[in-house]
Every structure is written in C-alpha cells, then in structure tokens.
C-alpha cells in the first residue's frame, strides 16, 4: 500500500516516508476555504499558502506587498478547509529579513493565529538563523531555492535560475545547509531538471519542484494555473488540467443574458 492511500493526515514524516519509498509528493496552494476544499478531498498531499496569494488573489505584479495579517486571514481562511493535508504557509516579504527574532515573532504568529501546520522561507545561508530560531520552537520549516520571487528586483527577470556554475554551486550548498539544520523539506523552483536531480539525490529530505523536471521527489503548482484562471500566464513548466477563465466567463455570459431574457428565475426558482 502507498504511504499517500494509508494516512488519514498528512504531516512531515508522511512527507519523509514518501521519499524514502520512492512515492512522489503532490502539492498545491490554496488561498481560501472553498479552493481548499475541493483540493483537500482530491487527496493533495501538502497545500501551500503561498505568497503567490498576491499575485492571484490580489491582482499584484509581485509577491512583496503582501502582509502577514493578510498571509494569517488566508492561511485561517484554508485550514478551516483541510482535514488530511499539511499546510505550509509562507513567511511574506520583510516578516523574517530583519533579524531571527522578527522571524520568530512572524512563525508564531502564523502558527497561533491561523493554526497552519509548517511555515515555508526564502532563501539560504543568508537567513540561516532565522530558520534556527524557528526550528528551536518546534516550528517545521520549508525552504525555497532558486527562483525566489521575493528576491525578484535583485533578479531582474522570472527566468531560470543557477544556469551559471558559480549559482548552482551556491544552490547545492544551501540546499544541504537547510538539510542540515533540520528544514522537513525544500522547494525548488525554475532551476535546470540535471540541478534538481543531482540536489534530490544529495538530500536526504523530500525535494518539491515548480519548473524543474521530474527528478524533484514532489511538485508544486499555483492552483490558478492549474485550474486555468490565470489565463496570460505560459510558462514552459505550466500544465493546464481545465479552462477556468473561459469555463467561468462563459457561465457569467449566460447568466446575465437569462437575467435580461427573464429566462432566470423561472417559475420553480421562485417562492
Ligand atoms: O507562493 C507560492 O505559490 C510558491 C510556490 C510557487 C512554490 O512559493
């Protein structure tokens, strides 16, 4: 039996179990109660709340302007939703940076007032003890390497990362810095698939790619993609499994010519 088929909720030695079996790991975000859901019933492994919420929900071009109360009102918002996957939320923009306390501060939160499972970071050596502090409440934490978009103005562009040497080095250190002070897992995203095969080999923690290949030990997408809501949005890496946008907008077309028709409501959808 499939370690996925045998747990009535997910945690991260679930997650564990699952590399060392060679079972991949599935994972989506999720941003509200009703998404979270529809997803949680389909068996998803791990829901992220991710930062991505500034993006989809709030209509931003980046992932910096959201807040942590409003990360805490989505997280709350999807754990309402979920009886058997982790949730992992992540640390927004300028809650963890500062200093190890701040990001403490910022995971107990998240953790008290939302009752989220784990909290995920960006980011390596850089925020080593930040993730320490965290670790050392009994907090579990995520980590992200590569594309990190809330570094995305040091970046300069969405494309692929540590292509160069020099960066895939600093990747493969990070990621077995992160294994080593005790992270349940890591995000890889938009890397080269050979990186994110020679990094899930070298770990002992599952790996979970967005954009990597299909070496990672999991994958990620953001749910509005997947669903096709976010209709401009192509990557390479990106599979549809519905058309949302269309499927939607063409339900809103029909409802209103009903409404202007006097088609809708009928005499059975009255009192
Ligand atoms: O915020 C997010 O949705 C993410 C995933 C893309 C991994 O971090």
């Known amino acids: 039996m499939s370690v996925h088929s045998d747990v009535k909720r997910v945690t991260v030695h679930t997650l564990q179990a699952m590399k060392t079996n060679g079972e991949k790991i599935s994972m989506l975000t999720a941003y509200d109660y009703s998404m979270a859901r529809v997803i949680d019933a389909a068996g998803i492994d791990v829901i ?61 939160r998240i953790m008290k007032e939302s009752g989220a499972h784990a909290v995920k970071l960006e980011g390596g050596a850089e925020i080593e ?54 992270c349940f897992g890591l995000v890889l995203e938009k890397i080269p698939a050979k990186l994110t095969k020679v990094v899930s080999e070298s770990l002992t923690i599952p790996t979970i790619g967005i954009g990597g290949g ?15 809501l ?25 409802y209103i010519a009903d409404v202007k028709s006097q088609d809708f409501p009928n005499e059975k959808e009255q009192y």
Do not use: C, W
Request: glycine share 8%; net charge neutral.
């Open 48 to 108: 992220l709340v991710g930062d991505s919420a500034s993006n989809v929900m709030a209509g931003h071009e980046t992932t910096l302007p959201i807040t942590l109360d409003q990360m805490i009102y989505h997280a709350s918002s999807v754990i309402r939703g979920v009886q058997r996957a982790l949730v992992v939320v992540d640390l927004p923009f300028g809650s963890y940076q500062g200093n190890s306390r701040q990001a403490l501060e910022s995971a107990i």
């Open 129 to 182: 003890e930040s993730i320490k502090r965290i670790l050392s409440a009994g907090i579990p934490v995520m980590g992200h390497l590569g594309l990190t978009p809330q570094s995305i103005y040091k970046f300069g562009t969405y494309t692929v990362r540590a292509k160069e040497d020099a960066e895939a080095a600093k990747l493969r250190a990070d990621a077995k810095l992160l294994e080593k002070l005790g």
């Open 214 to 228: 299909v070496d990672a030990d999991g994958q990620v997408l953001v749910s509005h993609d997947l669903f096709g």
């Open 230 to 254: 976010t209709k401009d949005f192509h990557p390479r890496f990106l599979r549809r499994y519905l058309d949302l946008y269309d499927l939607m907008k063409g339900a809103v077309e029909q």
